[in-house]
């Protein structure tokens, strides 16, 4: 009797996911070609500010805050810009390279072969990897969180060159619509603002 009771307490207990492979990780990214999503975003200072997110692999993504935030993050052609709606000045900018978000925007990724990979386990439920450029640890890393069955990136964690943290959470992730090229391209919306 004693052992049909620890069988029915085992069995009941639930089994702990696995963490998903670098492989498993690396396809999901390759198989990417668009996204869009909702995301949410809290600094370590404590500031909350939500927006929509284009993501185009290879290399770029856009970041569309709402009001009263209204900042636009453009990333393509290899640089950065952050415009600041409060200024009708040039964006800062900056490569591409020099953040950690160019880890994941690769053409073809693979961390599984690649000297990048920090940190990767998983907890409650989800799998986390942490990437750093190890030649250039001062650029910042970045910390993907993804669940399982299908693989999807749920949010992530940036911690830039400054020492400053970013959390984006991701809600309602769609993947391989259409998207224009404009929408990732910094000389256009340079230009759109000075109109």
């Known amino acids: 009797m004693r052992l049909i009771t620890a069988l029915c307490l085992i069995l009941a207990t639930p089994v702990a996911a696995e963490k998903i492979s670098l492989n498993e990780i690396s396809s999901y ?16 200072t404590g500031e909350t500010s939500t927006g929509r997110l284009f993501i185009r692999r290879p ?18 052609g290899g640089q950065v810009a952050v415009f600041d709606p409060k200024s009708r000045d040039e964006p800062l900018r900056f490569p591409l390279r020099h953040s950690p978000l160019s880890l994941v925007l690769e053409r073809t990724v693979d961390l599984a072969q690649r000297d990048m ?33 299908p693989v999807q990136l749920r949010q992530w964690v940036v911690q830039d060159n400054s020492g ?15 998207l224009s090229n404009v929408l990732f391209n910094i000389q256009h919306e340079m230009q759109k603002r000075q109109d």
Not at 164 to 178: C, P
């Open 164 to 178: 400053g943290r970013t959390h984006i959470v991701l809600d309602s992730l769609t993947q391989g619509g259409k």
């Open 59 to 76: 290399g770029r993504i856009r970041f569309e805050y709402d009001p009263p935030e209204a900042t636009l993050v453009v990333v393509g």
């Open 29 to 44: 990214f390759n198989a990417m070609t668009t996204a869009e999503a909702q995301f949410s975003q809290v600094t370590d």
């Open 117 to 149: 990979v920090v940190a990767h386990f998983e907890a409650e439920s989800q799998t986390a990897v942490t990437l750093q450029d190890l030649e250039n640890p001062d650029y910042g890393f970045i910390q993907l969180i993804f669940t399982d069955n």
